[in-house]
C-alpha cells in the first residue's frame, strides 16, 4: 500500500503531459497540451489557496503517486461547478409521438436537442490510470478518493455531480458520431475538434451548430449505434460510477456521443457512506488487505490512501503504513469509507 492521492503542483507538468499523451485521444478534460495543462494546474493552485466556503467556478487536480519510485502513475479532477462562464453543452435524447388520422398510425420519433441543462453541477473527470497498476484496489482510490474530497469541503460543491465518459472511437482515432452529425457542419476531423476544445473551450459549437432538433433516424447506423455508449476502455468506469449512484440521463457528449453519467451529490455512496472520526491508535494490520478509503487534510493538504481501518470505542485504528502516507498519529482525525 505505497499509493498516495495527493493534490497536484505545478512540478507535476510533465508527468501530466506524459500521461495525456497516453489517453489516446477524446480525453478533453487531460489534453496533451503543455501551455494548457500549465493553465490548469495554475488554476488549480488558485482553487486550492482559496479560503471562502462558498460554491465557485474551481478545479481540483490531483495525482497518484507510488511513494516508493516517486513516479506519478494516475491523475483525477473536479470541477466544482460547470457551465458558470462557457456554457456546458450536451444533446439531450428526446422523443416525439405524432399520429395521422388519415393513416390511423402512431409514429414515434428520437429527437437530439442541444442544451445547457446541465449547467451549475459539478463534475467528476479527467481520470487516467497507468494500465500496469489496474488492480489492487487503486482504481478505486483514485476515482473515489474525490468523493471524499467532496465531503470534506461540501460547501464548494453543487448539489447535482455529473461525469462525461468518452465515446467509441475507433483504431484511426475518429469518432463515428462526430463524422455522423457534427463533423458535417465543421471543417474539422474529429480529433481537430477535440483538441480545440480542450484548449478554447467548446463555444464555437454553439455558434455553428443547427439549433433546431435533430431527427437520429437521418444520422448514420454507425453513429446512432454508439450514442450514449463508452469507449470500450470506459465500461469498468461507467460500472464504477454506477456503483456509487451515477446514472445515464439520457445526455451525451455533443463531440462522440459519449454517456453523461449524474447524481444528486448528497446521495453519492462514498459521500453517505464516510465518516470523520478520531486516530484512536496505529495498530500494525494482522494481514496486509486494505479493508477502506482514508483521507486527512483540507485543500492543499488533502491526500487519500488505501488502508486497513478496524472501529474501536473512541474512533479507529489503522495500520502504520497507511498512517504514514497520510501523515497522521494518535489523536488526528481523518475521513474513510468502506472499500
Known amino acids: 500500500m505505497t499509493f498516495l492521492l495527493r493534490t497536484a503542483r505545478i512540478k507535476d507538468l510533465e508527468a501530466l503531459y506524459r500521461m495525456a499523451k497516453g489517453t489516446g485521444g477524446g480525453f478533453t478534460n487531460l489534453p496533451p497540451d503543455k501551455p494548457t495543462l500549465r ?15 462558498a460554491l465557485g467556478d474551481d ?19 473536479i470541477m466544482s461547478q460547470v457551465g458558470t462562464i462557457l456554457p456546458f453543452y450536451s444533446y439531450r435524447i428526446g422523443r416525439i409521438t405524432q399520429y395521422s388520422k388519415e393513416l390511423d398510425r402512431t409514429f414515434r420519433a428520437e429527437l437530439l436537442t442541444l442544451c445547457t441543462d446541465l449547467d451549475g453541477s459539478s463534475e467528476v473527470g479527467g481520470l487516467f ?39 467509441a472511437i475507433d483504431d484511426a482515432g ?36 443547427p439549433k433546431h432538433p435533430i431527427y437520429t433516424a437521418l444520422l448514420p447506423e454507425a453513429a446512432r449505434q454508439v450514442m450514449g455508449k463508452p469507449h470500450f476502455s470506459g465500461r ?13 440521463q439520457n445526455y451525451i457528449d455533443i463531440f ?5 453519467m449524474s447524481v444528486d451529490t448528497d446521495r453519492i455512496r462514498t ?16 494481514d496486509a488487505e ?16 488505501l488502508a486497513h481501518i478496524d472501529t474501536v470505542d473512541g474512533g479507529v485504528t489503522i495500520d502504520p503504513a497507511a498512517a504514514a502516507l497520510l501523515g497522521v498519529k494518535q489523536g488526528d482525525t481523518l475521513t474513510y469509507a468502506p472499500l
Open 236 to 248: 469498468p468506469a461507467m460500472r464504477m460510477l454506477e456503483n456509487e449512484g451515477f446514472a445515464f
Open 39 to 53: 493553465g490548469k494546474l495554475e488554476r488549480t493552485a488558485a482553487s486550492f489557496a482559496k479560503d471562502t466556503g
Open 290 to 305: 486494505a479493508t477502506h478509503l482514508a483521507a486527512t487534510g483540507q485543500l492543499a493538504g488533502f491526500r487519500a490512501c
Open 59 to 77: 478545479l481540483f487536480l490531483f495525482i497518484l503517486e507510488d511513494t516508493e519510485t516517486g513516479r506519478v502513475r494516475g491523475t483525477c479532477q
Open 174 to 209: 475518429n469518432s463515428p458520431f462526430w463524422d455522423g452529425l457534427a463533423g458535417r457542419f465543421f471543417d474539422m476531423t474529429f480529433r481537430e475538434a477535440d483538441e480545440f476544445n480542450a484548449r478554447k473551450g467548446n463555444q464555437f459549437i454553439a455558434d455553428l451548430m
Open 129 to 167: 490510470l497507468d494500465a500496469t497498476e489496474r488492480s489492487a484496489g487503486v482504481g478505486k482510490l483514485l476515482a473515489r478518493s474525490r468523493y471524499l474530497f467532496i465531503k470534506e469541503h461540501r460547501s464548494r460543491f453543487a448539489d447535482k455531480t455529473l461525469a462525461e465518459l468518452r465515446g
Open 256 to 260: 462522440d456521443g459519449g454517456p453523461t
Open 271 to 286: 459521500v453517505q457512506d464516510a465518516r470523520t472520526v478520531p486516530v484512536a491508535a496505529i495498530v500494525k494490520a494482522p
